[in-house]
Structures are given as structure tokens and as C-alpha cells.
């Protein structure tokens, strides 16, 4: 890289900004988690972090590259220096003050309203921005203060960028894959954010020691004589006129960014958990790009850079690339037991965009800047802009409105025009040919694809499948051809009509010690359990976070019009655990019907002890939970019932009346051991009809002596670890490869 600097220092940098990376990854997966817990499992969370993010490495990019020059003048400091200090303030604030300025900016938004309102969203948006900010914004400053320190040892560098970012992008695809795959698993978020801050720490130490062995400029380190002999590496792309480079910079930053956000929701269907599938596509995108500005590198030291024609050409090819696999006969075709096949095929589409992400944007900003600080933070803040507005406008301006596929379409568009423009001094024939390859793949994306929604219209057209999108989800709503009807969340199967969700409300308002009065129904799904718990007639409130899953209420019931309109029955979006943060209000029975599979993201936040805790405080005397506990995986099932039972004293387990899962009935008093007959007797006729509404047996009794007959003591389930529970630091449902694969 430094054709006057010794081989063990341009070493030590790359592993410095290795590990830079890697650390700033690290928070940002946990950061995002966090923010879940804190304002929501809703896509603006993610984009405003994804966002804010970015925002503060452009303002620091822009910022520094401005002042080092001045800094180091006025204070006859090396540069390293100021690294140093960056990378410390990053350990210290990412680490410590983030999820302490979440959990107070939690508690300020308690009265901001429902999730769906206008404030709710600004104010949380605000927030987040205030939380992460000032620590991505000295993120963002390693760049232009480690390239002044290598402008101290060496006047002539002019590609000095593209090597901190090879080091800093592979530190980043390492930070994610340590992160989501391994460390939260063994150690939580809060070990692993220590860890992450003790790595800034050491980056921090080792800044301050070459800030003090800094020799001047004028006085370069002996090379040796093969350094001495090294052609010194002139940057492509100088000849692009500037403001052409400025609008690629922030085209590619805005598209890519955006397109994380599709993707992540566009791959949940096949990866089914969004906490590895945000992972996964953020470390393919980072490996990807690492790749790209490898080949960029060695092209570079080659002198065979690619002309800049090819390469947008690629982007507008490859930006469709993943709408072409992620086709859903394509997909299905790898399925059965082959399902991962079909992740890594989703995944392997992504790869070649970002690798030739990776091999322009170092390239664009090489030329740009030839090694100046100013110039390159200048370059580097007008990507990140175009990364900041990218999610906001995928999750605000797109996904609302149009499907993935199309959104991807539409993203594609802009590098078809730069081709256009740049490719004029190409032969006619080449030209030509490149703008029909990529015209041909959007047309074949646009009529010829079968993405996830188109499949499901198709095999159900007409009335039969409704299709609605918000802020928060995509959300569908099918009816087969045998009247069983079915609701999808962004892709992902959420419930079926079926009386478990009636058992859900009848059994603990039976088992309660007198009348019920009131129940709290978290997690609406098809409305089932709150019109059984509106059969009571008793104030049933029902918190749902997707506004799209209560619009769909009178798709699967007859009778949405008439629960809707009973004085007794209220429905809040909000998310559950803020709702009862925000609320006063105290209820007789509380219901939890977490969405499936267990392991989607943020369900823990519904299986907790901190959350049972927090239940525990809205019930009424006598009160009983309810949570259900879908799938049959033991070792999950056994987490939640340990956190129950550290909650309450007093739980009673029962499987369900048809398929797997589990009721876990929980309260501070004793769950009396009741027949079906004497639960049936102090059911209101009303209730009774509408628990027999699809059972084969038309006696109540009979019907709940079914599930009665299957219960057991929550003792049982327990296994005889007690660490197999789940906490807000450790999400046990969450992150489970390693114990699905025995290595922990």
C-alpha cells in the first residue's frame, strides 16, 4: 500500500482497521436488537438505526477529513492521535451509553402514543438518531485521521483508502458472522458488548503508540530495496469528471442500502428468522464487497483497473439478479429437505452487486481524492448519504405501497441511465448490446418472475387472497380451496383458524377464581381469541403491532363487524410489551399468542422473565397468564416454562386440543385442579357456543376434557439446567445454531 513505509506497520494498520470494523459490526447487530426491544419489531426500527448509522459516518467522514489538517498544525500532534481518541470515545459510547440512552429514551415515549401514530414514529425515529449518532459520527472519522497518519509517513500515497477499507469491510463481514452466529448465543449482549469495547480499547493503545514513534514526514523509514523499487500505484477513474463521481457515490449508497432492507424481508420466507437472515444478508454483503475490493486492489497493482462502462453495466445487470432467483419456483425447487440449498441460493444472488459494489466505490473515491484526507472523507460522506436515505425510503416511500420485486425493479433503474451516459464512447454494437441484456432481465423480471405474493394470487386468485402493506409488515390473507383460510407476515406463516386460539381465551377465563372481568389479549393474529374473549362479555383489549393484521379481522370472521362494534372490545396497535410499560390498567386473565416460529425476532421479548415480571404487575389478585409456546422443540419449550416458573409460583402446562404447542396457565395463586365439567359450568352459554363453534364433540365438557386430560405440572418440563431459560440479555429462542448444530 505505502511504498515508504515498512511492511510490519502497513500491517499493523490493516489489522487495526480489521478490527475497527469488526467492532462497529458488533454493535450495530446489537444495537438493532436493542432497539427492537425498545421501540418496536417494526421495519422503521431498523431502517432509522440502519440510517443513523450511516449518517454518522458521513458527517465523521466529512468532518474529520475537513479538521485533521488544522488539528495537527495547531497541536503538533501525529494524527494517530486523534484515532485514538475516536476509537476510544466509540468503545466507550457503544458499549455504555447506547443502551442506557435507549432504555431512557424508552421510558420518555411512553406517552407518545400507539406505534401507528405519527408521533410515535417521528419521536422514536428521534431517538434512535440522538441514542447512536455521536458514536457512528467517530466511527466515521477513522477513515480521514488514519489516512493523514499515513500522509505523514508518506507524501506520495494516493491510495491509501482502498486498503483501510479492504481491511475494514472483512473486520465488518467478521464482526456480523461472531456476533449473530456465536457470541449473543454463548455470552448475551452484554458480554459481547464489553468485548467489543475492550477491542476499542486496544485499537485506542496502539493508536497513542504510533502517534508517539511518528517520525516527520521529511525523514520517510528506510525501505527496503524492493519497496524502494515499487511502482507507485496511480489511481483509477481521475479522468470521470467530479460531479458525475459525487452522483455514482451516492446512487450506489442510497440503492444498496435500500435494497438491504427488500432483501431482508424479501428472504425471510426462505431464511425464516430475521434475526440470521438480516445477519446473513449483511455478512454476504460485506463479504461480497471485501471480495470486489480485493480484485480492485489487485487489478489496481496490475494496472488492468476495469473501465468504469463494465462496471456500471454489471450493477444494472446484477442489481435484478436477486428478483431472478428469488423466484419462487426456483426456491421450491430447492426445498424439502434441501432448505438451505435455497438460503444459500437467495444469499449467492447478492453477491456478485456488492462485489462490484466493492470494487467501484474504492476506485470512485481512490480517484476522487488521491490520498488527500479532505477529498476522501468528502467522497466517503456522499455514499454514506445515499445509505442514509436509502432504507428510510425502502421502508417509508416503497414497501407501503409495491411489492419487493417491483421495488427491486425500480432501484435497478438509475444504473441503467448511468450506463446509457457513460457507455457512449463504446462501440454502437457494444453499447447496444449491454442496454438490451439488462432491458431484456428487467422485462423478464417484471412478466416473467413468480415471486412469493404472485404465487400465492395464483393459486388463489380472485377475492380468495388479499394482499395488504404498512410501515410495519406485508401482510396476507388466504383462503384455500377447502375453506381453510391462512394469515402470512411477511411471508412468513403466522396462524390458521383453529381452536387453539379459542382454548387460549376459555381456558385460563374458566380457571380464574370468580367472574372475570377483564382480559388482555397481546398479539391479535386472525382475531380469534378475541372474539372468544368478547363471548364472556367482558373489556377484552387486544394489542397488535401490524395495523395490516387487524384490517384483515373481517377476512377470516363473518362477525368482525359486530365484535368490532361491541362497546366492550378494544383494539391498540402497539407493541405488547410497551403497551403494558405505558398502562395502568390491571386485568383478571392476560393472554400471549407469540407469532411463529418461535425463534422469529424479537419473540423472546414475549418469553422473558423481565416480561413475566412485567406481567405479573397488570394482573388483578387471583390473576392468570396465558402464553402459548408454538412448535415442539424441547429444549425451547423447557426455556420458557423455566421463565414462568421464576416468575410465578404457581403454573400448570397443557397441550393443545390438536396439533403441537403448549398453554402454560401461570398465576401467584394456586391453579385449582378442575374437571372439564366444572370448568364448563362457570363458562356463560355464550362462551360455550363459540369454543364448539368448530368441534366435532357438541358437549363443552367432553371437548375440554380433551386438553384437561393432557396437562402436567410445569416441573416436569423443566430441565435441570438452569441457564436453559430466557432473558432479555440472552434470547435462548433466538439464537440457536450452535446448540441445533451440538457445538455448545
Known sequence: MISRMNRSTRRLL??????????????????????????????????????????????????????????????????????????????????????????????????????????????????????????????????????????????????????????????????????????????????????????????????????????????????????????????????????????????????SMAMEVIWTRAFTPVLQTQVYAFASIICVYLGATFFGSWRYRRDLRNGRVRALATLIFLLALTALLPAVINDYRIVQAAWGELRPVSALILLASICPFCATLGYLTPGLIDGYATGRPAEAGKAYAINVIGCILGPLAASYGLLPWINERSALILLSLPFLGYYWWVSKPLPPLHRWGGGLIVGATLVWVAFGTLDFEKSIVRVHPGPSTVIRRDYAASTISVAGQMGDKHLLVNGVGMTVLTPITKFMAHLPLAYHQGPPQSVLIICFGMGTTYRSALSWNIDTTAVELVPGVTKAFGFYHADAPRCLSNPRGHIVIDDGRRFLNRTQEKFDVIIIDPPPPPQAAGSSLLYSTKFYELVKAHLQPHGILQTWVPGYDISLIQGVVRSVCDSFPHTQCFAPVQGVGLHVLASMDPIPPLNGTQLAAKMPDSAKQDLLEWSDIPDAAKYIDRVIAKGTAATNLLNPDPEIAITDDRPYNEYYLLRTWKLF
Open 14 to 255: 490493516f489489522l487495526l482497521f480489521f478490527l475497527s470494523g469488526f467492532c462497529s459490526l458488533v454493535y450495530q447487530v446489537i444495537w438493532t436488537r436493542m432497539a427492537f426491544a425498545s421501540f418496536g419489531i417494526i421495519t422503521p426500527v431498523l431502517s432509522v438505526v440502519l440510517s443513523v448509522f450511516m449518517l454518522g459516518l458521513a458527517v465523521g467522514s466529512w468532518a474529520a477529513g475537513r479538521l485533521i489538517g488544522p488539528w495537527t498544525k495547531a497541536t503538533g500532534w501525529s494524527a494517530a492521535y486523534f484515532y485514538a481518541g475516536a476509537e476510544l470515545t466509540i468503545g466507550l459510547g457503544g458499549a455504555f451509553g447506547v443502551p442506557r440512552l435507549f432504555r431512557l429514551g424508552e421510558h420518555c415515549l411512553l406517552a407518545a402514543g400507539q406505534t401507528n401514530s405519527f408521533d410515535y414514529l417521528f419521536w422514536s425515529a428521534l431517538v434512535l438518531a440522538v441514542s447512536i449518532f455521536p458514536w457512528c459520527v467517530f466511527m466515521g472519522s477513522t477513515f480521514p485521521l488514519m489516512m493523514a497518519f499515513v500522509r505523514e509517513r508518506d507524501e506520495r500515497n494516493q491510495e491509501s483508502f482502498s486498503y483501510l477499507y479492504l481491511a475494514n469491510v472483512l473486520g465488518a463481514m467478521s464482526g456480523t458472522l461472531w456476533t449473530a452466529l456465536i457470541s449473543i448465543e454463548i455470552l448475551g449482549f452484554h458480554l459481547t458488548l464489553l468485548d467489543a469495547a475492550a477491542g476499542n480499547c486496544i485499537i485506542a493503545a496502539i493508536g497513542v503508540l504510533l502517534g508517539r514513534s511518528r517520525r516527520p514526514a521529511t525523514v520517510p523509514s528506510t525501505p527496503t530495496a524492493a519497496e524502494e523499487n515499487r511502482p507507485v500505484m496511480v489511481p483509477p477513474f481521475q479522468q470521470v469528471p467530479g460531479r458525475l463521481v459525487q452522483w455514482l457515490l451516492f446512487s450506489t449508497g442510497f440503492v
